[in-house]
């Protein structure tokens, strides 16, 4: 058993991990003796146990762990082309269906455009070709003409479905219906958020009622009417601030969004001026549509991956840079997409990727513990004299601890019921009315609060509450920092949205004493969050950077690309035709390169407002 791996011969572990046909006795006696058991079979091999296991287990959680020994990889007998040999030998003009399916939704357009038939055959197929090209429009006025036909659906962004949705609603012509759309934005450059702004107007034109949710300025200047909710967020909004026309919005004194639309110099991180520390170079990137391209990327900066929708930014940085640093700084197991080498590692310590998931997926996590003010606070209450006497410990305020928890709810708050067929419902617990704790934890106060007193109270009223005790106020000011004074200490981590969740990652890392060496990833930090919002995402970031840091964020909002050290843009277009550097160099220089669809729009924010 204890064998190394790399000691064993070819044919034994041939037999550990596919199994061996000979029959085994099996014999087990446990370390007591109160049990044994023994059988004869023939060993079926970890391999195939694992398999066996991930087709017959009901638990999601565990099918994702037996995913981590998974890979796909193509079928050898189609080579990944799904269809048996004789569908495949059908060809027009030299392409079988599959591979048309393999071309980006632009290609294949032109193909079934300027397809050579005879007239006998174009007139048995003009309606099927008409459909055709008709629903591919749809997808590229949507700003998807760099998506493949056969791209799994597993595999889309949030944003990308939700515009293949629309994109069907717009080939069904219906009128008189009422459209919601929450941030169709995401992951869209620019150039893309024009044709959606065509694509709506078309939808309204048609008689129908858009509605959509969203922070881009581009969409609201678009907007025939504006609905401004407010004035801040969490307890301090819920209000309508302001209805009418953009016109209107730009003249308001009591919008805080029609302040930023007035004056969009307003997002700014003022003067700074940094040194790089070093470099990071990815050699040879030829991932996915990448171009063999070298890429590097300064250290000590705050730097900006641009450029349009598919032009490969996900594919360098979370496929290729953030795998492999994650496989050099904590071994794991996971294959970084195709490059040479990475140089410059021994210029950072770690990597950490700070994306939009949720901090937690139970109702027992929130902002409190995930950012461990909850331990000091549980602590100060450790130490009350009413503790002391009873002797309690920290574990007795705890809910993971059945010493102070209710007994009823195990220190949820919520009871979970089931509904079946249905997303389960969670109801306040009966028994602690959603106090999490029992009646003897609950007695112990400290400046008249109870524990769960404390988990009520937003942050910002922690703050004035804690303020003599520097341990808990350092914690909950990183959080009030990042902008969440609003949220509750007790909080729930299933009610974050996924910019909240994000910002509290962000204020953890604030929290701890770093080195100056970490290297930060952020894909689309920007995602939901309003001007304001987007100010203090940068107040943070850059003080990270000041700490000598490198914060890395894949980004189309112009505002934070505009207060980057440095860029990088990618492109030229989507697709097959991206993959390549088209630019780089400081949002000034970039605004002036010919070829960068960033650097367009980024010279009308720079010199004309």
Same mark, same amino acid.
């Given at each position: ?121 174009? @007139? ?54 009422? @459209? ?137 940085i979370n496929d290729i840079l953030l795998k492999s640093l994650e496989s ?48 000091h606070i549980r602590e100060l209450y450790a130490n009350t004299e009413l ?132 290297? @930060? ?89």
């Open positions: 058993m204890m064998t190394p791996i790399e000691k064993i011969s070819p044919k034994h572990l041939r037999i550990i991990l596919h199994g061996s046909n000979d029959l085994i006795d099996f014999k087990y006696q446990s370390k007591s003796g109160d049990s044994s058991w023994q059988y004869t079979d023939a060993f079926e091999g970890v391999l195939v146990n694992l398999q066996r296991s991930f087709m017959e287990t009901d638990s999601e959680s565990k099918r994702e762990w037996l995913k981590q020994f998974m890979r796909d990889t193509p079928c050898t007998s189609c080579n990944g082309k799904k269809l048996k040999p004789e569908s495949l030998a059908v060809k027009i003009n030299d392409k079988g269906i599959m591979d048309v399916c393999d071309l980006s939704i632009d290609q294949c357009y032109d193909f079934f455009a300027t397809l050579k038939l005879t007239e006998n055959e174009q @007139y048995i197929a003009r309606d099927v070709l008409k459909e055709i090209k008709e629903r591919l429009e749809f997808l590229m006025n949507v700003g998807l003409n760099y998506l493949t036909l056969n791209r799994l659906s597993s595999t889309l962004s949030g944003g990308e479905s939700q515009r293949i949705r629309l994109a069907t609603q717009i080939g069904s012509n219906l009128t008189g219906v009422l @459209y919601v759309l929450d941030e169709p934005t995401i992951g869209l450059h620019q150039r893309d958020n024009e044709r959606l702004i065509k694509t709506l107007t078309k939808l309204r034109n048609l008689g129908n009622t858009v509605i959509v949710v969203e922070h881009d300025e581009e969409i609201m200047r678009n907007s025939d009417w504006i609905l401004d909710l407010g004035p801040g967020a969490g307890v301090h909004g819920g209000n309508v601030v302001f209805e009418g026309t953009i016109n209107q919005i730009l003249k308001s004194t009591k919008s805080v969004t029609g302040n930023y639309l007035k004056n969009n110099s307003l997002i700014n991180l003022g003067e700074k001026t940094r040194n790089r520390s070093g470099s990071l170079i990815v050699k040879g990137a030829a991932e996915n549509n990448l171009k063999n391209i070298d890429v590097e990327i300064p250290l000590g900066l705050f730097v900006s991956v641009t450029g349009v929708s598919g032009s490969g930014k996900s594919t360098l050099h700084f904590y071994s794991t197991t996971v294959k970084p997409g195709r490059h040479t080498e990475i140089i410059g590692l021994e210029n950072i310590d770690k990597v950490i990727a700070i994306d939009q998931s949720p901090i937690g997926r139970t109702p027992r996590s929130n902002p409190a513990t995930y950012i461990g003010v909850f331990t503790s002391k006497e009873r002797g309690y410990s920290m574990g007795q305020f705890s809910f993971n601890v059945a010493d102070g928890r209710c007994f009823a709810c195990d220190g949820d708050g919520v009871k979970q019921i089931e509904m079946q067929f249905l997303s389960d419902v969670y109801v306040k617990c009966d028994e602690c009315k959603g106090k999490r704790y029992n009646s003897e934890t609950l007695s112990v106060l400290y400046k008249g609060k109870n524990i769960s007193d404390i988990l009520d109270m937003t942050v910002f009223e922690a703050l004035e509450f804690f303020e003599n005790i520097p341990s808990i106020k350092r914690k909950l000011q990183t959080i009030f920092d990042v902008g969440l004074g609003y949220i509750k200490l007790g909080q729930s981590s299933t009610t974050l949205s996924g910019g909240e969740a994000q910002r509290v990652k962000l204020a953890s890392e604030l929290s701890k004493r770093g080195t100056g060496k970490t290297f @930060y990833i952020l894909d689309e930090p920007t995602t939901g969050l309003h001007f304001a919002d987007v100010q203090k995402l940068l107040d943070v970031l850059n003080r990270l950077v000041n700490l000598g840091n490198t914060v890395l964020v894949i980004e189309h909002n112009l505002d934070v690309i505009k207060n980057s050290d440095w860029l990088i843009d990618l492109g030229p277009e989507g697709g097959d035709e991206g993959g390549q550097i088209v630019t780089v160099g400081t949002p000034e220089q970039v605004a002036k390169s010919p070829g960068s669809y960033t650097g367009k729009y980024l010279k009308k924010l720079l010199y004309t407002k």
